[in-house]
């Protein structure tokens, strides 16, 4: 229920998140992102919404390589830290 509750805003940041990532990096870095995401999956990783400390394991294994370091200064303003 909590998760239906607040549906509308994990879309509503979600779509700038990504809008954000590919104005900074571009449309073919973060498609880069997202086939590591499907094709790549961490284990124990369960549904939305993430722990921090979750969050962070999937920025380090997913977004960092491709995206670099750098990335985290972009994302802490979505409540995502390292």
């Known amino acids: ?3 239906s ?9 979600g779509v700038c ?6 104005e900074i990096y571009g449309a073919s870095k973060v498609q880069e992102v997202a086939r590591s995401i499907i094709l790549d999956p961490l284990e124990g990783v369960g549904h939305y919404p993430f722990s921090d400390e979750t969050n ?3 920025i380090e294994h997913h977004f960092s ?3 670099g ?8 303003k979505y409540g995502i830290l390292n």
């Open 56 to 58: 962070a394991r999937i």
């Open 69 to 76: 370091d750098g990335v985290w200064s972009h994302i802490s």
């Open 5 to 13: 509750g607040k549906k509308h805003l994990y879309y509503k940041t």
């Open 65 to 67: 390589p491709i995206l």
């Open 1 to 3: 229920q909590e998760w």
């Open 17 to 22: 998140f990504w809008q954000g990532l590919t």
